[in-house]
Nanobody
Framework: QVQLVESGGGSVQAGGSLRLSCAAS????????MAWFRQAPGKEREFVAA????????YYADSVKGRFTISRDNAKSTVYLQMNSLKPEDTANYYC????????????????WGQGTQVTVSS
């Protein structure tokens, strides 16, 4: 049984930082592209960042480029999202997702999802 468990969310003031983690189990982690998506109340889920299974390629949404960094530790089956210079518009529930091999920014292509972790940024 595949499980993706996010952690690290919380409440911060604008300009602050948070580091999200997603621990995976039940899959050959190093063979999967891992991604972060987010969904704010009343809005559609949107792509945030992804890292390819070989760690060669990273993808970012324009809205987070230069502020967020995605990384992975295959030995720990964990993907991270370091979020700096947070803005109130970053407030959302953040989800971890997994896709075998190739990378994508399209949420419908991802096979497994975590339950989400809430990030709230106050001004």
């Amino acid at each position: 049984q595949v499980q993706l468990v996010e952690s690290g969310g919380g409440s911060v003031q604008a300009g602050g930082s948070l580091r999200l983690s997603c621990a995976a189990s039940g899959l050959a982690f190093s063979s999967w592209t891992m991604a972060w998506f987010r969904q704010a109340p009343g809005k559609e889920r949107e792509f945030v960042a992804a890292i390819s299974w070989r760690e060669i390629i990273t993808y970012y949404a324009d809205s987070v480029k230069g502020r967020f960094t995605i990384s992975r530790d295959n030995a720990k089956s964990t993907v991270y999202l370091q979020m700096n210079s947070l803005k109130p518009e970053d407030t959302a529930n953040y989800y971890c997702a997994a896709l075998p091999r190739r990378g994508s920014k399209v949420d419908s292509e991802y096979v497994y999802w975590g339950q989400g972790t809430q990030v709230t940024v106050s001004s």
